[in-house]
């Protein structure tokens, strides 16, 4: 969780780096976006809950699937590779 959690700034950083003008904004609707997905993710991984750890092992599997499903998918399939100009 804690290296989670490093990674998480680091992307929003990433992500918020071509609106530079604007990074205020965007990082406030960025950090709203992730505390609404954050909630509803939660939300529905507490509802499967039935007194077993099974909903909160799969709900950490399927979100870490689908967040790696969505970087590829975000950087094209080039994970980790500098940007053209960079």
Known sequence: MFFFGLSM????????????A????????Q???????????GLAIGQAFDGSTIPMTGGFVT?????????LWTERGR???????A
């Not at 950090?31 to 993710?41: A, E, K, R, S």
């Not at 979100?63 to 970087?71: C, K, Q, R």
């Open 9 to 20: 700034g680091n992307f929003g950083a990433i992500a918020i780096e071509p609106l530079a």
């Open 22 to 29: 604007l990074a205020g904004t965007a990082a406030s609707v």
């Open 31 to 41: 950090g709203f976006v992730v505390v609404l997905g954050g909630t509803l993710i």
């Open 63 to 71: 979100a870490g699937i689908l967040s790696i499903v969505l970087i």
């Open 79 to 85: 994970l980790f590779h500098p940007l053209m100009g």
